[in-house]
């Protein structure tokens, strides 16, 4: 792809709503925390107040830049270092075209594959935004139920598995709590000799569904969070609220559209273009996808409250959202099965019908670099194109390649450089010490934050769920999972 012709602009991520609002609430929320939120969202997590601060400094010249400089006419600028959080809607937008990349390049080979949404109805909602580990539990249930429903379609084949990467989400189209496991599945399963056997066209996915209730309320018994007359009750309703929708995927062949819903897998928790605040305003407003469908419309929030949603939504520090299993599953992918569908990302690209398997053993661990890690290597400019369709290292005065001449992260140089520039006053500058408001929460302290793509463009170039409805309306109420 040749380079875009649009010229880059530094982003002003101040100038967004949600550092708006995370300025303005990031730490009221936590002070009100215990009173307000933590019988809704569960008790406060220490790595919030890191995603916080980290959020605030995100694009900040006065923590940290690089040097940019075009070498044919001196024409210089300073990219500030951003904060690599999962709140922040712009550096998960990078870290999704690289990991969307690998996915298609090295884990998915061309094949036809179909999308899945398992969601679960509201009364079960909040006791997985509470218990983080249970949607570990939600995705690996999935997979499960996904597997045996597509071994019982081949009776006499053993051991077949799909292809299948799964990602679980807490927020549905307005930011509204609603926790539910995205996947991509191949249209078939691969057998213990590395056959593909594909499902035929116009394959009825509906019967997934029931499965899918029944597995989730059998999980949830075991983890002792339901009751089994519960679990007679919520088996019984006729509008379950759990479902399985197959209705989008993704045919052989078509690697573009399987590249779409494999970013769909990676989203942030919002969008900044469907959401508005200013500093100071009494309300959020964030329009969803479909105006005209109830309660998926314009919704408006109080600050705090929006903030805390938010909040709620972020994953733990460590908690792993994207997952492969069956033949996607790394064991597979390295020779764990036997002549593999597709052992280099090429065979990948080769038309496969069903029966056929291109030749080849797995790679192995030691073998040369696949083409990903290569890709991997990506300058911050390149995942800029990507993303937003610019050039960020194409000169606008001369139109030549600029570079990255120095990185600078100690304090008082930046500040005689932007000092010296005359931009040391329209920086947000440092944090402000602010007393930590639990005994066991850190004061917000100056980090610099070094950025990863910066850098390789320098080498390279509820608890429980409730056991009791008070009423048959509160009954029917929950009955209803949107």
């Known amino acids: 792809m040749g380079a875009p012709a649009l010229a880059y602009t530094q982003r002003r991520a101040d100038a967004s709503p949600l550092w708006a609002l995370v300025s303005d609430w990031g730490e009221a929320v936590e002070r009100a925390w215990e009173e307000k939120f933590e019988s809704e969202y569960g008790p406060w997590r220490p790595h919030w107040r890191r995603v916080i601060d980290g959020f605030l400094e995100c694009g900040d010249l006065a923590c940290g830049f690089a040097r940019v400089r075009c070498p044919d006419c001196g024409n210089e600028y300073l990219l500030p270092y951003s904060c690599k959080r999962r709140l922040c809607p712009t550096c998960e937008a990078k870290r999704r075209v690289e990991w969307a990349d690998r996915v298609v390049e090295e884990v998915l080979p061309d094949l036809g594959y179909r999308q899945l949404v398992f969601t679960v109805p509201r ?5 997985f935004l509470r218990e983080r580990r249970l949607l570990g539990k939600l995705v690996q249930t999935a997979y499960g139920v996904t597997k045996l429903f597509l071994s019982a379609q081949f009776p006499g084949l053993e051991g077949g598995v799909p292809y299948f990467v799964g990602a679980v989400e807490t927020w549905g189209s307005v930011v509204n709590v609603h926790p539910h496991t995205h996947a991509l599945c191949s249209e078939g399963v ?4 590395g056959k593909f056997h594909a499902l035929p066209p116009g394959f009825d996915w509906g019967p997934l569904a029931e499965m ?5 309320l ?24 759990f479902s399985a929708d197959a209705s989008t ?10 590249y779409r819903l494999v970013c769909y897998l990676h989203k942030p928790v919002l969008s900044l273009g469907r959401m508005e605040y200013t500093s100071g305003a009494s309300r959020v407003i964030y329009h969803g996808k479909n105006e005209a469908v109830g309660g998926r419309g314009t919704v408006t929030y109080e600050p705090m409250e929006f ?3 938010l909040l709620a939504h972020v994953p733990e520090a460590h908690e792993v959202r994207l997952r492969y299993y069956g033949a996607a599953s790394s064991t597979i992918r390295r020779g764990g099965r036997k002549g593999r569908l597709a052992a280099t990302p090429g ?11 291109p030749e080849g053993p797995a790679a192995p661990e030691e073998a ?4 990903y890690v290569k890709a991997r290597r990506r300058t911050w400019a390149q995942l800029l194109a990507r993303v937003y369709g610019v050039d960020a290292l194409k000169c606008g005065r001369c139109g030549g390649r600029m570079k990255i001449i120095s990185w600078i992260t100690d304090a008082e140089v930046i500040e005689r450089i932007l000092r010296h520039r005359g931009e040391w006053g329209r920086t947000r500058g440092p944090p402000a010490e602010s007393a930590p408001v639990r005994a066991e929460a850190e004061p917000r302290a100056r980090r610099v934050v070094v950025d990863e793509y910066a850098q390789e463009c320098a080498r390279e170039d509820e608890g429980r769920v409730g056991e009791v409805f008070e009423s048959e309306a509160e009954r029917r109420e929950w009955d209803w999972g949107a």
């Not at 899918?212 to 989730?216: K, L």
């Not at 019984?236 to 609220?241: E, L, P, R």
């Open 218 to 241: 059998a999980k949830l018994v075991e983890e002792e969070r339901l009751s089994e007359t519960t679990r007679e009750v919520l088996s019984s309703w006729q509008h379950s609220g």
């Open 212 to 216: 899918w209730r029944q597995a989730v």
């Open 307 to 309: 903030m805390a949603l």
């Open 123 to 127: 009364v079960l909602r909040r006791t």
């Open 190 to 193: 691969l057998d213990r000799e």
């Open 249 to 258: 995927g993704a045919s052989q062949g078509d690697r573009e559209g399987l």
């Open 347 to 357: 065979d990948a690209q080769r038309t496969i019908g069903a029966g056929e398997v």
């Open 368 to 371: 040369e670099e696949s083409t």
